[in-house]
Structures are given as structure tokens and as C-alpha cells.
């Protein structure tokens, strides 16, 4: 791969260069992460796209293949990495990690601690977010995990905003170097309760943590040990539906021809005699209705706060 200085990588007002990481976009559940490599081609149902002809171009461009389909080429954010990482472990979804980011109030600059690291899906938007100046030291004990991770981040261009370790943070907690200093921890380990103290002695006056916990009997046994150091102790569970948006056949019970009069109730329709009303024609229309597959539980996520002195 190219060496691109980091903070170029991270911007993508740029055009895609040999060695930069695309996201090949079909539609919002067909995407695949592929490095651009100037003699490599991509080959789908849509035919063989030469990655050459994709050097130069922005982001965001359709480019076409040799039997004219076309895909688009999308820049690598958090978002959708998440939706494109391999998957080595359970992984956090948009939803919770939207809601995450937010409640722990994480910002450019932060100091951010994360145990375990897993698939590195939470990873990747906290360090967007605390980009440039800020970095997040994520934990896993688990060593190939550990390296998988850190290759994905190199990927990404993220490597010099997050470090992997390799550590047993129920065991041992957070390394000492950073006591005090973490504006924010976050815990998403079979055990929670056993890394809470180490958290508290980590986060600086003010600072927030948040446990991810698919159980609620976790919830309760690490609410428990957050009594002690922690405040603001609250529990979240982050419920998504999904809509899908396409275009379809209705019936025109509005006597008019293009199936619309500013409202949504429907007027002037023409009578049976059997006193039904009659659809005047079928038009057009676009209609959003809730996927049939929505992902329901994921876990819950408890926030606290750590107690002023
Ligand atoms: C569910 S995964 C985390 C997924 C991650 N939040 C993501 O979004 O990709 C949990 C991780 O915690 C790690 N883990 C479990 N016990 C641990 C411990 N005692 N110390 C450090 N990591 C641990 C596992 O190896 C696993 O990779």
C-alpha cells in the first residue's frame, strides 16, 4: 500500500489513489470493502471493473464496468465499516453506537479507553470522533483479535488515532499510566463489574463510562459496583425500526389523476351502487413500510458518571 500521510487519509475531499480503501457500493444491503490496486480488477454480476479506471475520480462516483453496470465508489466512514467489517465477534450497530458517542460525550481531543476491542466496529467511530488530536487505547485479550484489529485500523487510516493492546482488562484492569486521565471508558466484556473499579480509577473528575450488556442480570451486577464511584447511573436499551422506501402501484380513490390532494385522506371517490367506492385508476406512488426483518435486542447500555471529590 501507498504510505498517505494520516491526516490526508482521514479526509475524503480527496480523489481515490492507488492503495486507498473503497467501499463498492450495489445498494444499502450489497457493499464490500475492496484496496484500490491499479492492476486489480472487480468482478460482479454487473461485469469486470478495472480498478485503474477508478484512480483519480472522487468519492462517491459511479463508474461502469465492461458490460455498462455500474457500482459506486463510497468512502470508507465508520458508518459503513460497520456494516462491511469481517465479523470475529458479536459487534455494536449504528444505532447503539450513535447513542453511545453521544452519551459519553466523546469529542475531538478525548482520551478514550475501550475493553474489549473485538471486530473494532465501536472502535472505528470513536476514533473519528476524537480525531484529529484525541486517541483511543482499546484492549482485547484475545491476541489474534488483537492483530486483526489493528491490520483493520491500518486499513482504515485510523492507526495513529487508536492503539491496541493485548490485555486481560477483568484481570488486571487498565494500565496504570493512565489513571486520571481517560474522559471516557467503555466496557464491553462478559463481566463488567470486575473492570469497574480499574474504569473509576482511569476516568478523570467528571469523566463518563458506558458497559455494553446483552443480559440484564449483567446490567444489575455491574449497576451494583458502579454505586460505589459512579452517579447519573442510567440503562438504555437502543430499539431501531427499520422502513424500507420503494416505489409502488396504489389505488387512486382520490378522483383525480395524479393520486394526490395535499392530504392524506382520500376525496370525490366514485360510489357502487352496492355503496362501496370504486378506485378511479392505479398510480404511482412512493411508500415507506417497516421492514419485516428489523434487528430487534441488541443489549443495553449503561451510562454513569464518575463522582466529583
Ligand atoms: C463482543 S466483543 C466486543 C465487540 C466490539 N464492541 C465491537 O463493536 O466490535 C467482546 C470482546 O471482549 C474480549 N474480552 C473478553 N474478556 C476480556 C477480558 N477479560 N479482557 C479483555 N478483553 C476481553 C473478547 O475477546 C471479545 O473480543
Same mark, same amino acid.
Not at 119 to 130: E, N, Y
Not at 252 to 269: A, F, V
Not at 273 to 299: F, I, K, N, Q, W
Given at each position: 500500500?501507498?504510505?498517505?500521510?494520516?491526516?490526508?487519509?482521514?479526509s475524503?475531499?480527496?480523489?481515490?489513489?492507488?492503495g486507498?480503501?473503497v467501499?463498492?457500493?450495489?445498494?444499502?444491503?450489497?457493499?464490500?470493502?475492496?484496496?484500490?490496486s491499479?492492476?486489480?480488477?472487480?468482478q460482479?454480476?454487473?461485469?469486470?471493473?478495472?480498478h485503474?479506471?477508478w484512480i483519480?475520480?472522487?468519492?462517491?462516483?459511479?463508474?461502469?464496468?465492461?458490460?455498462?453496470?455500474f457500482?459506486?465508489?463510497l468512502?470508507?466512514?465508520?458508518e459503513?465499516?460497520?456494516l462491511?467489517?469481517?465479523?470475529?465477534?458479536?459487534?455494536?450497530?449504528?444505532a447503539?453506537?450513535s447513542?453511545?458517542?453521544m452519551?459519553?460525550?466523546?469529542?475531538? %481531543?478525548?482520551?478514550?479507553?475501550?475493553? @474489549?476491542t473485538?471486530? +473494532? #466496529?465501536?472502535?472505528? &467511530? !470513536?476514533?473519528?470522533?476524537?480525531?484529529?488530536?484525541?486517541h483511543v487505547?482499546t484492549?482485547d485479550?484475545?491476541?489474534?483479535?488483537?492483530?486483526?484489529?489493528r491490520?483493520?485500523?491500518?486499513?482504515?487510516?485510523?492507526?495513529?488515532?487508536?492503539?491496541?493492546?493485548?490485555?486481560?482488562?477483568q484481570g488486571e484492569?487498565?494500565?496504570?499510566?493512565?489513571?486520571?486521565l481517560?474522559?471516557?471508558v467503555?466496557?464491553?466484556?462478559p463481566?463488567?463489574w470486575?473492570?469497574?473499579?480499574s474504569?473509576?480509577?482511569?476516568?478523570?473528575?467528571?469523566?463518563?463510562?458506558?458497559?455494553?450488556?446483552?443480559?440484564?442480570?449483567?446490567?444489575?451486577?455491574?449497576?451494583?459496583?458502579?454505586?460505589?464511584?459512579?452517579?447519573?447511573?442510567r440503562?438504555?436499551e437502543?430499539?431501531l425500526?427499520?422502513?424500507e422506501v420503494r416505489? %409502488?402501484k396504489?389505488?387512486n380513490?382520490? @378522483?383525480?389523476?395524479? +393520486? #394526490?390532494?395535499?392530504? &392524506? !385522506?382520500?376525496?370525490?371517490?366514485?360510489?357502487?351502487s352496492?355503496g362501496?367506492?370504486?378506485?378511479?385508476?392505479?398510480v404511482?406512488s412512493v411508500?415507506?413500510?417497516?421492514c419485516?426483518e428489523?434487528?430487534?435486542h441488541?443489549?443495553?447500555?449503561?451510562?454513569?458518571?464518575?463522582k466529583?471529590?
Amino acid at each position: 500500500m501507498l504510505a498517505i500521510d494520516p491526516a490526508k487519509k482521514l479526509s475524503f475531499n480527496r480523489l481515490i489513489s492507488n492503495g486507498d480503501l473503497v467501499i463498492v457500493y450495489e445498494r444499502h444491503d450489497n457493499m464490500k470493502a475492496v484496496t484500490v490496486s491499479e492492476n486489480s480488477v472487480l468482478q460482479n454480476r454487473f461485469g469486470v471493473f478495472k480498478h485503474s479506471e477508478w484512480i483519480g475520480k472522487p468519492f462517491g462516483s459511479k463508474v461502469f464496468s465492461n458490460k455498462g453496470g455500474f457500482v459506486y465508489l463510497l468512502a470508507p466512514t465508520p458508518e459503513l465499516w460497520t456494516l462491511v467489517l469481517s465479523h470475529r465477534t458479536q459487534i455494536l450497530y449504528i444505532a447503539d453506537i450513535s447513542f453511545v458517542i453521544m452519551y459519553l460525550e466523546v469529542v475531538p %481531543g478525548c482520551l478514550v479507553l475501550e475493553s @474489549g476491542t473485538g471486530s +473494532g #466496529s465501536l472502535t472505528t &467511530s !470513536l476514533a473519528r470522533a476524537v480525531a484529529p488530536t484525541g486517541h483511543v487505547h482499546t484492549f482485547d485479550f484475545h491476541e489474534q483479535r488483537a492483530g486483526s484489529a489493528r491490520d483493520d485500523f491500518e486499513r482504515t487510516g485510523l492507526s495513529s488515532i487508536i492503539s491496541v493492546r493485548v490485555r486481560d482488562i477483568q484481570g488486571e484492569g487498565f494500565p496504570n499510566e493512565f489513571a486520571g486521565l481517560a474522559d471516557a471508558v467503555f466496557l464491553d466484556l462478559p463481566q463488567p463489574w470486575l473492570a469497574i473499579p480499574s474504569a473509576a480509577k482511569m476516568l478523570k473528575q467528571d469523566g463518563t463510562l458506558c458497559s455494553f450488556s446483552p443480559c440484564v442480570e449483567q446490567v444489575q451486577r455491574s449497576c451494583e459496583t458502579l454505586q460505589n464511584c459512579f452517579t447519573d447511573i442510567r440503562t438504555f436499551e437502543v430499539l431501531l425500526r427499520t422502513y424500507e422506501v420503494r416505489e %409502488g402501484k396504489m389505488e387512486n380513490l382520490n @378522483g383525480d389523476n395524479n +393520486g #394526490s390532494n395535499g392530504s &392524506s !385522506l382520500p376525496c370525490k371517490r366514485r360510489q357502487r351502487s352496492d355503496g362501496s367506492y370504486a378506485p378511479d385508476s392505479t398510480v404511482s406512488s412512493v411508500m415507506a413500510r417497516p421492514c419485516g426483518e428489523a434487528r430487534g435486542h441488541t443489549g443495553f447500555l449503561t451510562f454513569a458518571r464518575l463522582k466529583c471529590l
